[in-house]
């Protein structure tokens, strides 16, 4: 694996933006929030006016145990899922770039298992790999 410098997890230990929540309540609804992370607490508010006006957030998540992926599972594109001691989080970006960006400062500040991380890689490299194989290799 690569190296990360303190330097690098500092900078992506802190993020904003616009993502989509899933409600609570409902599975089909989804919310536009802006997310601040900073300092390994998550925190979401109804707009950014609502965060540059210091208006408390709407939550608030602590992401040091917890565990970020992508949810492939979901129909929506760009779905990430957010595992805290609380709840599931399933929150969605508007592209390829801004998922990838808040996955790397999810994982920045969270503690899952490096190894398991990279177990969880290699398998998908080679069922990648084997299905890509196995598909050409019956023509």
Known sequence: GFEVTADDVAALA????????????SRTKWQKRYFVLDN???SY???HEDYANSAPPKGTMNLESCTASAATEMERSFCIKLVTA???YHLAADNMEEMSGWLQSFQAVSSPDEETQEMVRKMEAMNAEAGAGAATTFK
Not at 14 to 25: D, E, F, H
């Open 45 to 47: 508010y109804g707009t």
């Open 86 to 88: 609380d709840r599931i």
């Open 40 to 42: 390994g607490l998550l």
């Open 14 to 25: 802190s993020r904003k933006g616009y993502l989509l929540k899933q409600a609570s309540t």
